[in-house]
């Protein structure tokens, strides 16, 4: 059986659940086991990404800690993680309900696919996450 790891970084719980059956879904059609790690603010995602290599990254851009200390929204997490560390390469779905225009290119050009949350259609995200997960 084939074996993944996935990290959801989202500090929107039902947001994490959307992805966690979709991820399910996908797991079940490519008889796979995932190990899916879930953050909920920008500095355990940091931390999460520096120690574990993963085979999907899925990144939310806002995060609620915005007054803790070392606070990043997810696109500077995203431009961190491609440059150093164990996911320089690792396929990430930068998954974002923030309206600015500019995020979409941003995210691409830091080698993320863009996703907007408002689009959510678990068909495409399910397609999506199973074409990444068997690069």
């Known amino acids: 059986m084939l074996k993944y790891s996935v990290l959801i970084a989202d500090d929107d719980d039902s947001q994490r659940n959307v992805q966690k059956l979709v991820l399910g879904e996908v ?46 929204p997810g696109i500077a997490i995203l431009q961190l993680m491609r440059k150093s560390g164990p996911n320089r390469s690792s396929p ?25 949350k408002a689009k959510a259609d678990l068909e495409e995200l399910t397609k999506l996450y199973l074409k990444l997960l068997q690069k």
């Open 92 to 116: 990430t779905v930068f998954c974002s309900g923030d309206p600015y225009s500019t995020l979409g290119p941003m995210a691409e050009r830091y080698g993320a696919v863009y996703y907007p």
């Open 27 to 72: 797991a079940s059609m490519i008889e796979a086991e995932l190990k899916i790690d879930e953050t909920t603010n920008s500095v355990e995602t940091r931390k999460f990404i520096s120690e574990n290599e993963y085979d999907l990254i899925i990144l939310d851009n806002e995060f609620k800690d915005d007054l803790s200390q070392g606070h990043l």
